[in-house]
């Protein structure tokens, strides 16, 4: 069974930092493409973030650029989004999933090609 669980959301300032914890099961990270997502309501799911370790491939919108950093830590089986500079329209679930079929973070990605979403974590940056 496939399983991600994020956590480490909370309520923050602008400018804040935040460490966003993907904790996966049922496969190795380090072997799979895994994004981060965000979300806020009437809104689609955006990708933030994608990582797949086999090709050092790591990639990130544009939004976050220069402010965001994924990793993941093999002996935990863990992806982190390490969240600096944060803004208030960073603001929204955040949610990690696993990419469906061909491994990889090339281009461009949508939520319909990840799946074994996990519950979320919500990010507050105050206004």
């Known amino acids: 069974q496939v399983q991600l669980v994020e956590s480490g959301g909370g309520l923050v300032q602008p400018g804040g930092s935040l460490k966003l914890s993907c904790a996966a099961s049922?496969?190795?990270?380090?072997?799979?493409?895994v994004a981060w997502f965000r979300q806020v309501p009437g809104k689609e799911r955006e990708g933030v973030s994608c990582?797949?370790?086999?090709?050092?491939?790591?990639t990130y919108a544009n939004s976050v650029k220069g402010r965001f950093t994924i990793s993941t830590d093999s002996a935990k089986n863990v992806v982190y989004l390490q969240m600096n500079s944060l803004k208030a329209e960073d603001t929204a679930v955040y949610y990690c999933?696993?990419?469906?079929?061909?491994?990889?973070?090339?281009?461009?990605?949508?939520?319909?090609?990840?799946?074994?979403w996990g519950q979320g974590s919500q990010v507050t940056v105050s206004s």
């Open positions: 999933a696993k990419r469906l079929g061909r491994q990889h973070c090339s281009g461009s990605y949508y939520p319909l090609d990840f799946g074994s």
């Open positions: 049922g496969f190795t990270v380090d072997h799979s493409a």
């Open positions: 990582i797949f370790r086999p090709d050092n491939m790591i």
